[in-house]
């Protein structure tokens, strides 16, 4: 009796993917690259260029997710990859450097400082992805991250750097507090402090002009005084930290919850 003849699986036709669609993962790619690049100039002691590397990587990372909602393209693969490279981008090559500068000579301290400050970043990004999956938030929390963000984070821990950048080694303070430091913006990663995020607010029209006019302002500082622009900016983010708390417990208070 003939066999009958094994069935085939028909052939996955596999279709032409758009340019566009690779974008997000591509700015993704980029801030992994510009991350690792800040470690290298970290080896190189060019501290300067170590720091704006991580500050490119952060805005990589910024727009990565914005194009890929934009695009309306966002996937599974893109979230792991970006998780992938923000763990390493702002988890490891962070601590790379503050070890590189002055974490070193601290002694074991700058060491665990390191090693927690990586840790806190990835346990925060896990925690971040699964409260995606979480779709009983309510709207208006979706204005709020639970802890500091992994690339303010990264830019907290350099802070001291920079400020060393703009003052001199006069304000440089002795290893074991950097160490610290760096422990105490790995525990705000991981905290369950509610923190201001951009998506999800609205403005008025009337604060629209003032917002372009801030906006400028900010990228005249960036060029003309980096140092003092970007110490000052992560100042006013460590200011603001208590506010985004009062904010969402009144919010919180308001809604009952």
Not at 143 to 151: D, L, S
Not at 191 to 202: D, E, N, Q, V
Request: hydrophobic share 55%; charged share 15%; with cysteine.
């Amino acid at each position: 009796m003939t066999q009958p003849a094994p069935s085939v699986p028909p052939r996955r036709i596999v279709k032409d993917l758009p340019i566009t669609r690779l974008l997000p993962n591509m700015l993704t790619l980029l801030s992994l690259c510009s991350g690792l690049t800040g470690v290298r100039f970290a080896l190189q002691e060019r501290w300067e260029y170590a720091v704006l590397a991580i500050l490119i990587a952060s805005v990589f990372d910024v727009l990565d997710g914005r194009v890929a909602r934009m695009l309306n393209i966002a996937s599974k693969f893109g979230a792991e990859l970006d998780s992938l490279s923000d763990a390493i981008s702002f988890g490891v090559a962070p601590g790379f450097i503050m070890y590189e500068w002055v974490l070193k000579d601290a002694g074991g301290i700058g060491w665990i400082a390191v090693l927690l400050f990586a840790v806190c970043c990835a346990l925060r990004l896990a925690r971040f992805n699964t409260m995606l999956e979480d779709h009983d938030i309510p709207l208006w929390a979706k204005r709020y991250f639970t802890g500091v963000p992994a690339p303010a984070g990264a830019c907290l821990g350099l802070l001291p750097l920079a400020l060393v950048l703009q003052f001199g080694n006069g304000a440089q303070a002795p290893g074991p507090v950097y160490a610290v430091w760096m422990i105490a913006v790995g525990g705000l990663m991981v905290s369950r402090l509610p923190t201001f995020a951009l998506k999800g607010w609205r403005i008025a029209p009337v604060w629209v002009a003032p917002l372009f006019v801030g906006g400028v302002a900010i990228a005249a500082g960036l060029i003309t005084n980096t140092w003092l622009t970007l110490s000052a900016l992560g100042l006013l983010y460590v200011l603001a930290l208590p506010l985004g708390w009062y904010s969402y417990r009144s919010r919180a208070k308001k809604e009952n919850i």
